[in-house]
């Protein structure tokens, strides 16, 4: 999972807010205030096997999966086999599309793998290193931050993510963690 401390970071785990806050109110209030997102979640989202249970029972029918192999990686993969087979549409961003979950993909969405990317990355530490791409993209393949921006600018969200370089993503997480 490359990067999965730096996308806690930045408010990719459904059940902690970005910067590592809890969902307590004045941490809810300043995310709010920081983002001028009145609309934000106020309760915790589902923890990842959770998540897939809910989607095998029928209750969630899409997933976006970026950068991880959870039909394999995962707790209980026969649940999450069953809950990408019974969701509706699934989006899968990977830098290879020889994964357990690939298969189950409605829509593969090439992403660079780590020696194509630039920006910064955060180990296990929190220590965050400067990550300078060694070489070109290869094929279609694009940055997750990159993606995750288009689509939201196709749903009408584009003001929340005005990023054109990796260094504006990393401007705004300093600012919001303080």
């Not at 029918?61 to 209980?76: C, G, H, K, Q, R």
């Not at 994964?99 to 189950?104: L, N």
């Not at 992403?111 to 929190?126: F, H, L, Q, Y």
Request: neutral net charge.
């Amino acid at each position: 999972q490359p990067n999965a401390m730096g996308g806690r970071e930045v408010g990719g785990l459904a059940n902690q807010l970005a910067a590592h806050m809890d969902f307590d109110a004045e941490s809810i209030d300043r995310v709010q205030r920081f983002w001028q997102a009145p609309a934000m979640a106020k309760t915790p989202g589902y923890k990842a096997v959770d998540m897939f249970q809910r989607a095998a029972d029928g209750e969630i029918d899409f997933l976006w999966i970026m950068a991880t192999n959870p039909a394999v990686s995962l707790p209980a993969s026969a649940t999450v086999r069953r809950a990408l087979e019974r969701c509706e549409y699934v989006v899968v961003s990977d830098c290879t599309t020889a994964t357990e979950t690939a298969r189950y993909a409605d829509l593969l969405l090439p992403a660079m793998p780590w020696g194509e990317k630039d920006g910064t990355v955060t180990n296990s530490e929190r220590m965050i290193s400067r990550q300078r791409a060694f070489r070109s993209p290869r094929g279609a393949a694009r940055a997750d931050w990159e993606v995750v921006t288009d689509v939201a600018a196709r749903l009408g969200f584009s003001s929340a993510f005005p990023y054109r370089k990796p260094a504006d993503i990393f401007r705004e997480h300093s600012a919001l963690s303080g």
